[in-house]
């Protein structure tokens, strides 16, 4: 079974402090996404990993970075926080191994910026 | 750029009622995928449609892609409390990228 984990639930951090939201998944997956999550707008993509080091822009990167350093970790750091990142964040991993390249996800953190 | 929209956004229904949620893309698609989001919960994967016009049944919930590949759908038959969620399509706009864009989603809540 696919394992995607997620560093922290729920997170409070205040305005234009470094955050850091940890994801690691278990199953040797290429790919790993990092999304946000509100209401009425879906699931909005902030960036892509298609493997070690490799990182690509999603459509809505603004104040936002990435690491991925080894394999199984995909990391999301917010530089400055800022009010308006307060969101649902969910982390995913798929293979280009097997069809149908289906996105698991992690349980989500629930960032509060204050 | 490619944008995904989802309608309706809210859906109320009484247990045993039937429930459509429709997906239209601005661009064609390689092909689509569809997930369920429980309340609380992560989004799963449901099925994946590739070719033109493909119908496939998962029990009570049928979906279909359709002539042109820009729009899809999902049917559940005779809706169940358990049906309650968040439901989305995901579409892949090219065979060569591992991206998916979501629609917004549809909440579908059941009373029993």
């Known amino acids: 079974d696919v394992k995607v984990t997620q560093s922290s639930r729920y997170l409070v951090k205040r305005t234009g402090e470094k955050v850091f939201l940890e994801c690691v998944q278990d199953?040797?997956?290429?790919?790993m996404f990092w999304y946000r999550q509100d209401p009425g707008l879906g699931l909005r993509l902030i960036y892509f990993s298609y493997d070690v080091k490799m990182k690509e822009k999603g459509d809505i990167p603004e104040g936002y970075s990435v690491s991925r350093e080894k394999k199984e970790r995909f990391s999301l750091i917010l530089e400055s926080a800022s009010t308006n990142q307060t969101s649902m964040y969910l982390c995913?991993?798929?293979?280009?191994?097997?069809?149908?390249?289906?996105?698991?996800f992690g349980p989500g953190t629930r960032l509060t910026v204050t | 750029g490619q944008q995904v929209m989802q309608i309706p956004q809210y859906q109320h229904v009484q247990e045993g009622e039937d429930f459509t949620t429709y997906c239209n893309s601005s661009?064609?698609?390689?092909?689509i995928q569809w997930y369920k989001q429980r309340p609380g919960g992560h989004p799963v994967f449901l099925i994946q449609?590739?070719?033109?016009?493909e119908v496939k049944k998962q029990k009570r919930l049928t979906f279909q892609f359709g002539e042109a590949k820009k729009n899809s759908s999902l049917h559940i038959t005779a809706t169940q409390t358990t049906d309650v969620g968040t439901y989305f399509c995901?579409?892949?706009?090219?065979?060569?990228?591992?991206?998916?864009?979501f629609g917004t989603g549809t909440r579908l809540q059941v009373f029993p």
């Open positions: 199953m040797d997956h290429e790919n």
């Open positions: 995913a991993s798929s293979t280009n191994r097997a069809e149908p390249y289906e996105q698991y």
């Open positions: 995901a579409g892949r706009w090219s065979y060569n990228t591992d991206k998916l864009i």
């Open positions: 449609l590739v070719k033109s016009g």
């Open positions: 661009t064609t698609l390689s092909n």
